[in-house]
């Protein structure tokens, strides 16, 4: 399991419903650890930056995108290892951008006595 999996526990895949006729699956959501955090990127063709929300509320990170005929979500459990105040997000042409950063991103280095 990489990093990404252990530091977020996936609770609900794609948003998908038996009568959801308006729900997407992508296929371009991928992650990445960057330094002092993890990066998550979706791609999200036919939503603009006032489709898309992220949402922190007791431990979870929500990602969601409706722009009134389709609909995508994806929820996260955040790792108290994670910085849930200073998470970044942006949408540029289709391309959904999460940053979550690490709460101590700074490297310390122990002397060894």
């Given at each position: 399991m990489n990093e990404f999996g252990r530091l977020f526990g996936v609770l609900d895949d794609y948003f998908a419903g038996g009568d959801c006729m308006s729900c997407i699956r992508v296929s371009g959501?991928?992650?990445?650890?960057?330094g002092n955090g993890t990066e998550i990127t979706?791609?999200?063709?036919?939503?603009s930056k006032?489709?898309?929300?992220?949402?922190?509320?007791g431990g979870f990170l929500s990602l969601e995108a409706d722009n009134g005929t389709r609909e995508w979500r994806k929820t996260?459990?955040?790792?108290?290892?994670?910085d849930a105040k200073n998470i970044k997000a942006k949408m540029k042409d289709g391309i959904f951008t999460i940053f979550v950063p690490y709460k101590n991103s700074e490297v310390l280095e122990v002397e060894v006595e």
């Open positions: 959501l991928t992650s990445t650890s960057k979706v791609e999200l063709p036919g939503f006032k489709d898309v929300k992220v949402v922190v509320e996260y459990s955040l790792a108290k290892g994670f």
